[in-house]
């Protein structure tokens, strides 16, 4: 099954709307609209925008592969998925014309089998002050 892209752009060349399926939780297809303000605003190119999509759809496709493996059996594959997500994050960086910066990431805490706070994380964005949980089997030290 082809997922849709929708892109639409004004008479300026700007982008009007951008919409695209993502295969969500239960394998439910979910459509994501994103920020066209932003995108504008940073000047997100056609190439880069694929790019932006196909860092979501990868972002997706390992918290998916994640949660579908035992923590207990599998502990060092699903920390490398983690790695291989939080280097997506600095792809959409890139795509979006913003520095690499893992202080502006918001998905890393969201990870399946992750334990560090969440509440804590999200007033932490965007400082030097990450709250992790020793026993995190991500992010910890066990």
Known sequence: MARKINITKRADGKFDEV???????????????????????????????????????????????????DINKQKPRIKRLADLHREAEFELQEAWNFPRDARFHKYWYRFPHCTCPKLDNIDAWGTDRAVINSNCPIHGQV
Not at 42 to 47: A, C, G
């Open 19 to 69: 919409s695209f399926e993502l295969l969500g939780k239960n394998n439910k297809t979910q459509t994501t609209k994103l920020n066209t303000p932003l995108l504008n605003k940073q000047k997100v190119s056609d190439e880069q925008l694929q790019k932006i999509i196909a860092a979501y759809r990868r972002m997706v496709s390992l918290v998916k592969r994640a949660a579908s493996l």
